[in-house]
């Protein structure tokens, strides 16, 4: 890294090297290359902020000109942030970024504190800014396909397919993060329909509402695909048995069902839905 540049300016190098964006993120998990990479714009942008941040810091706290220099100052850095009471969730979107940054793994630094299911606040409280009444077309449709933000606005007719070995209509070559397509399940008609009544080659949605919850509506996707295809607790074999702990230990999730509803999320790993898109979901045994 030259000497010439300033702390901030090295940050900016070194990130925008590793942009992927357009390339699949999935691919290069299956050949270990993944780590090498930033595939997402949004996550560019958070790492981006994170760096700097932490380089303005070093520069001003202990006169660091270059990364090589401030390098040695990222633990007290992430303790500076744990001792601040800052979230679990923060701290290691801090030391993901600066582990980017730096082309090593997180575990190298100090641990940052556990995140725990019950801590997340996300999704789980009504946000009186929004109005459901007024959006109920977008509120139902978000709840029918299960589509992230950036989903919906490049969604088109030609993403409709009806499946004919199952009798339902699919969302397909949805390109999720990372630049992973996926297929999925439309749940409603009325969904359906305003897709068949967008021109070929138009957007089905053009601007979508201003600050939707739309995790809460994947939320609501997951568990209407998770119920379609979970068994009675009595016929899930053992192997899949899916157990709970901590706050939501005793409750059973069906593993094949849950492995079909993250597949229509986007998401490889079910441990994801369910910290993430089955809470307060009831489960009997």
């Known amino acids: 890294m030259s000497k010439n540049k300033s702390i901030v300016r090295q940050v900016h190098d070194t990130l925008n090297e590793k942009k992927r964006f357009g390339e699949s993120k999935y691919e290069a998990q299956k050949q270990s290359t993944s780590h090498e990479g930033i595939y997402s ?8 902020a994170q760096g700097c941040a932490f380089a303005k810091w070093a520069r001003e706290n202990h006169n660091c000109k270059t990364l090589l220099d401030a390098r040695a100052f990222v633990d007290p850095y992430l303790q500076m942030h744990i001792n601040k009471g800052y979230s679990a969730w923060t701290q290691s ?6 582990a980017k940054l730096y082309g090593c793994s997180k575990n190298e630094f100090i641990p940052t504190e556990r995140r725990h299911r019950a801590n997340i606040v996300k999704s789980r409280k009504s ?9 109920h077309e977008f509120v139902d449709f978000c709840k029918a396909t299960g589509l992230r933000k950036h989903e919906f606005l490049n969604l088109k007719l030609e993403n409709l397919h009806y499946d004919d070995v199952n009798g339902q209509y699919m969302l397909v070559n949805i390109k999720g993060k990372g630049g992973r397509l996926r297929d999925c399940p439309i749940l409603s008609k009325n969904a359906v329909e305003r897709i068949l009544n967008t021109p070929a080659g138009q957007k089905v949605w053009s601007k979508i509402p ?9 939320a609501e996707y997951c568990k209407a695909i998770y119920n379609r295809h979970a068994r009675p607790f009595a016929e899930i074999p053992e192997y899949d048995r899916y157990y709970c702990r901590c706050d939501l230990k005793g409750v059973v999730y069906d593993k094949q069902a849950m492995r079909i509803a993250s597949r229509a999320l986007g998401h490889n790993r079910i441990c994801v839905i369910a910290g993430h898109y089955l809470y307060n979901k009831e489960v009997s045994q």
């Not at 714009?41 to 981006?48: E, G, I, Q, R």
């Not at 009186?128 to 959006?135: G, L, R, T, V, W």
């Not at 201003?210 to 994947?218: A, G, L, V």
């Open 41 to 48: 714009y949004n996550t560019f942008k958070t790492y981006l």
């Open 93 to 98: 979107t801090i030391a993901s970024a600066l």
């Open 127 to 135: 946000k009186a800014i929004f109005s459901e009444e007024k959006n």
């Open 210 to 218: 201003m600050r939707p919850d739309i995790h809460s509506y994947r």
